[in-house]
Structures are given as C-alpha cells and as structure tokens.
Nanobody, 126 residues
Framework: QVHLVESGGGSVQAGGSLRLSCAAS????????MTWFRQGPGREREGVAL???????MYAESVKGRFTISQEYNKNTVHLQMNTLKPEDTAMYYC????????????????????WGQGTQVTVST
C-alpha cells in the first residue's frame, strides 16, 4: 500500500502562483513515477505532469512553461510549482503513484495508476 497526501491548494487570482506537494508513505519502493492529474467542474480527469524516479518529466501542453514538477527523492515527496495561473486551471488536483507498467501510459490513462491521494482544490479567479 502507498498512502498519498496532497497539500498546498488554495485560491489565487489569475497570474498568481501555488505550490502543491504530494507526500508518499507506506510501500514507497512501489512507485516508478508520480503524476499530477486534475479534474475541473464538468470535465474529465486529465494528466498534468509526471516525474519518474530517474528524473524524467512530462507535461501536458496546456501547462508547459508554467508548471514545474520536482521530487525530493529521499523524502518521497513530489511538488508541482504552478505559475502564471489561469482560471481554466481551476480544478481538484490529485497525485497518483504508478509502477513501471502503469507509468508507460504517461498522462493518458488514469486507470493505469494504482494509488491516488484525496486531492487538493485549486481555484483561480479573474
């Protein structure tokens, strides 16, 4: 079992910044990558950013250049620095942990990820 806890969400004005964190505990040797997904009102859950244990990263086109994913390997913590936030970034943000096979799906398949956190809300106002 891997337990994931997100933090750092909140409300900001457009153009502002937030830093999300995801702390993993339990069988932390399980995960090969950790990925941030988000689900906005009336929208499907979508992948935002992924980081693998070897440091490789992947971003959705909509956040490239604005969001940065990083990891504190020894602390099993992943961060998502979100800059120049837009109202369309408003969503519940979830982190997910996947094994090697699950991570091959990248940002595409939510069902490829085994463990999920409870989510943290990000609201961006105009």
């Amino acid at each position: 079992q891997v337990h994931l806890v997100e933090s750092g969400g909140g409300s900001v004005q457009a153009g502002g910044s937030l830093r999300l964190s995801c702390a993993a505990s339990g069988n932390t040797g399980f995960w090969y990558c950790m990925t941030w997904f988000r689900q906005g009102p009336g929208r499907e859950r979508e992948g935002v950013a992924l980081i693998a244990r070897d440091g490789k990263t992947m971003y959705a086109e909509s956040v490239k250049g604005r969001f940065t994913i990083s990891q504190e390997y020894n602390k099993n913590t992943v961060h998502l620095q979100m800059n120049t936030l837009k109202p369309e970034d408003t969503a519940m943000y979830y982190c997910a942990a996947g094994d090697y096979g699950g991570c091959l799906s990248g940002l595409r398949k939510t069902d490829a990820y085994t463990y999920w956190g409870q989510g943290t809300q990000v609201t961006v106002s105009t």
